[in-house]
């Protein structure tokens, strides 16, 4: 986390802890109780409170600096860390936090899928991506708290990834997308909206037998670990390019025949 570009992250593990809950929650009062339960779980120590506050102070301390580095920078560490009855609230205004960027592009991205602007949304959809340059919260020790936020984030990463992804098909860019779907199905081999992206793009790049490669493999998984099919969306792909195959074959077929005959008279 930063603030007028300069980090003001704590390098030991709680303190840094206590920055996440209020980044992840920020704009908003986290109760003291809510940041002892992630830092101790329904354990704390009798010193909860005081060694809470020193965290929190050390990060103001770091706020500080960040300001003193950058003279045209407006404000003071306790207008960006605020205290206030019952708990801290990171200031949503004065600091840069990845996931309110990324929450923003995202949702441009959704307008201009809604306008029909497919150019606009695969950009818009890439610029909030690149605001996730690494798993989330990686350097953070996770309580039960910050797990339920990484997995919300998570999710919308995936849902964003995707998003972005059938906006490129649409575009016509299967053929730069392959390399990137064959490594997502490896690293997701249970998510059907990446298998079913793979299987488009393969077909619409002339290659029907990978197509239905992927589809057997994701089905063979599907149905080895989890006890399921494929959704019914992805059954009828599968038919489409069966289909489209057999009628391949029938033009190859008759195509054929059509020049033996010609030949032999």
């Not at 002892?36 to 301390?61: F, N």
């Not at 399921?228 to 969306?233: A, C, G, N, Q, R």
Request: proline letters at 4%; a neutral charge.
């Amino acid at each position: 986390m930063a603030h007028n570009g300069e980090s003001i992250t704590p390098t030991a593990a709680k303190p840094r802890t206590v920055l996440a809950m209020l980044a992840m929650n920020a704009g908003r009062v986290v109760p003291l109780e809510l940041l002892s339960e992630e830092l101790w779980d329904r354990s704390p120590p009798k010193s909860a409170k005081t060694t809470i506050q020193t965290y929190v102070m050390q990060v103001r301390k770091l706020a500080e600096c960040a300001i003193r580095r950058r003279p045209e920078g407006a404000g003071q560490a306790k207008d960006i860390l605020v205290t206030l009855p019952g708990g801290y609230l990171l200031n949503a205004e004065t600091h840069n936090v990845d996931m309110w960027d990324f929450e923003r592009l995202a949702e441009e991205g959704h307008r201009a899928l809604e306008t029909g602007n497919l150019q606009l949304a695969a950009a818009k959809f890439a610029g909030a991506l690149d605001k996730w340059r690494g798993p989330v919260l990686m350097d953070v020790q996770l309580g039960r708290h910050l797990k339920v936020h990484v997995q919300r984030l998570q999710e919308g990463l995936l849902s964003v990834l995707q998003c972005r992804i059938d906006a490129d098909l649409r575009l016509g860019r299967h053929h730069e997308l392959i390399g990137e779907l064959m490594q997502l199905v490896q690293e997701c081999p249970t998510h059907e909206g990446f298998y079913k992206s793979l299987i488009i793009a393969l077909h619409r790049s002339g290659r029907r037998r990978e197509a239905l490669s992927a589809y057997r493999e994701l089905h063979t998984t599907l149905t080895r670990e989890l006890g399921l099919e494929p959704s019914l969306t992805l059954q009828r792909l599968h038919q489409s390019i069966l289909l489209a195959d057999r009628e391949t074959e029938e033009l190859v077929d008759t195509a054929y025949w059509l020049n033996t005959a010609m030949a032999s008279k």
